[in-house]
């Protein structure tokens, strides 16, 4: 048993952090929104006054915030006030540069970190099931991996410091152009004449086969599962979907890589948040292609 604090206990926090305490750590919380905290105490989360109360007697302190600028600002706080010795985990999706900062406030007070986000969304946060995609050194990964089991699907160590991070942004400039290709076939196979079923039928056991037609299908009937059965209730809301677009873009840019495909759908996904879908599911964005 071990005493984590967890810092950013939102959609995705609250969940990983039920998780931990499921498998009897000490979770010690703390988030700026009251609403948020309540759910954690009722998960079993105590309640701190601030991060740095939070992280003070902490063997491992989790972050699951919203951007670079929120998990540096939170560092720079608490990684002076932190156990010596302890291991901090990022799990929020942030920028590449951000993650590497990150450890390196961690490195300055001593302090073993990872930068762990995740794929899985509110559904693997809850079943526990997450795919965590860690960076960091050798050691700090051994001392994460058994911390992250009960939130985890599956653990994959990318590499040094922000590797973590660089994988999922790419993943998820895969997921978002995918996206894009799977419903502009949905509806060309529309304006053809051809059924949603026929082209599922086709598509999903030849080459066009990918996640996104199989397991996330934009339009409904094939998956049952998938979004579009629930009017593209999210899922992964497109806002996150653009956020991740962009950290790819600008990591291409700082990196030098040409991601015109990345740049594409990075505009799209923009032009349709703009148009009112940021809250919809990112399978949603084949009724902006619909012209809707
Ligand atoms: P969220 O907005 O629901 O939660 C973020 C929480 O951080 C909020 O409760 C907010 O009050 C808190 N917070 C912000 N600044 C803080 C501070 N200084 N101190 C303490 N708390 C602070 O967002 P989420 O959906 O839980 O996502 C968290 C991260 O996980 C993001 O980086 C997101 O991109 C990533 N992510 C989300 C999903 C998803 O499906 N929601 C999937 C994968 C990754």
Request: proline content about 5%; hydrophobic content about 45%; overall charge neutral.
């Amino acid at each position: 048993m071990t005493t984590i604090a967890f810092i950013g206990l939102g959609n995705m926090g609250n969940p990983m952090a039920a998780n931990l305490v499921k498998a009897g750590h000490t979770v010690l919380g703390f988030d700026l929104m009251p609403e948020n905290l309540a759910v954690a105490r009722d998960h079993g989360v105590t309640i701190m006054a601030n991060a740095v109360a939070a992280v003070k007697d902490a063997d491992v302190v989790i972050t699951m915030l919203p951007a670079g600028k929120h998990v540096l600002s939170v560092y720079e706080d608490i990684a002076p006030k932190a156990k010596q010795g302890a291991l901090f985990i990022d799990s929020s999706t942030i920028d590449v540069e951000s993650a590497r900062k990150a450890h390196a406030v961690a490195k300055k007070h001593g302090l073993a970190s990872i930068d762990a986000p995740v794929s899985g969304g509110t559904g693997g946060a809850s079943a526990g099931t997450l795919t965590f995609m860690a960076g960091g050194s050798d050691d700090a990964f051994t001392k994460a991996e058994p911390i992250l089991k009960p939130m985890a699907g599956r653990i994959v160590h990318c590499g040094g410091d922000g590797a973590g991070q660089a994988a999922k942004i790419c993943n998820n400039m895969i997921l978002g152009i995918s996206m894009i290709g799977v419903a502009e076939a949905f509806v060309l196979a529309e304006k053809l004449g051809l059924s949603h079923q026929a082209l599922f039928d086709v598509a999903s056991t030849s080459s066009g086969q990918c996640w996104s037609l199989t397991s996330y299908c934009p339009v409904p009937g094939p998956v049952p599962a998938s979004p579009a059965n629930r009017d593209y209730k999210p899922g992964f809301a497109a806002a996150l979907m653009l956020k991740d677009l962009k950290l790819s873009q600008e990591a291409a840019q700082g990196a030098g890589a040409v991601t015109p495909l990345g740049a594409e759908a990075a505009q799209l996904y923009a032009l349709f948040n703009a148009q009112g879908g940021a809250a919809s599911d990112f399978s949603g964005i084949i009724n902006f292609l619909r012209g809707k």
